[in-house]
T-cell receptor, first 115, second 113 residues
Framework: GAVVSQHPSWVICKSGTSVKIECRSLDFQATTMFWYRQFPKQSLMLMATSNEGSKATYEQGVEKDKFLINHASLTLSTLTVTSAHPEDSSFYIC???????????FGPGTRLTVL | AQSVTQPDIHITVSEGASLELRCNYSYGATPYLFWYVQSPGQGLQLLLKYFSGDTLVQGIKGFEAEFKRSQSSFNLRKPSVHWSDAAEYFCAVENQAGTALIFGKGTTLSVSS
């Protein structure tokens, strides 16, 4: 299957700083990418849907000014957690839809810890 | 609104024994259903999916799932579990817009020797 990478795989930052997480589709072009958040022993919660060249669509309750999403190319989407606080600590997972396979492929996730 | 329920948080199965993981969904129309497996350090991997047609779906790694509309269920099964199957399993349904997935809370599978 297709491969989706995320970078970094884990990050520790101080409260108040911003953190950028990259999601790349390595062997296909993804017109749509998704960002999920997963709490320990919990389900994946969709945060936003990112379409290349347009603004992301955020789910209800997700602060768009705090979680900035950019999908500048067909193979790259970034999630920036601005002014991070300890409650933002979580596991962030991206996925990319391969239009040819009509399937979503998931990245390995990024563990964010805010001190 | 669509939702997915996985009633079992944690299941332990002996190696070589059969496995069934339960999944119930809430959806108004014919659902698109998925089972994913998540292993530490790896992304979610699709085991199988159901869109239409035969209600018994075969997937990778020897898994199968049966769609039962009358019970709103899509249970995952495997006849003989291997130690490498220990992981987190998620059932999901595609949202009405057909754009994203709604996941259950997952079932942790442990395999005992």
């Amino acid at each position: 299957g297709a491969v989706v990478s995320q970078h970094p795989s884990w990050v520790i930052c101080k409260s108040g700083t911003s953190v950028k997480i990259e999601c790349r589709s390595l062997d296909f072009q993804a017109t749509t990418m998704f960002w999920y958040r997963q709490f320990p022993k919990q389900s994946l919660m969709l945060m936003a849907t990112s379409n290349e060249g347009s603004k992301a669509t955020y789910e209800q309750g997700v602060e768009k000014d705090k979680f900035l999403i950019n999908h500048a190319s067909l193979t790259l989407s970034t999630l920036t957690v601005t002014s991070a606080h300890p409650e933002d600590s979580s596991f962030y997972i991206c996925s990319a839809r391969d239009p040819n396979a009509d399937e979503q492929f998931f990245g390995p996730g990024t563990r964010l810890t805010v001190l | 609104a669509q939702s997915v329920t996985q009633p079992d948080i944690h299941i332990t199965v002996s190696e070589g024994a059969s496995l069934e993981l339960r999944c119930n969904y809430s959806y108004g129309a014919t659902p698109y259903l998925f089972w994913y497996v998540q292993s530490p350090g790896q992304g979610l991997q699709l085991l199988l999916k159901y869109f239409s047609g035969d209600t018994l779906v075969q997937g990778i790694k020897g898994f199968e799932a049966e769609f039962k509309r009358s019970q709103s269920s899509f249970n995952l099964r495997k006849p003989s579990v291997h130690w490498s199957d220990a992981a987190e399993y998620f059932c999901a349904v595609e949202n009405q817009a057909g754009t994203a997935l709604i996941f259950g809370k997952g079932t942790t599978l442990s395999v005992s020797s």
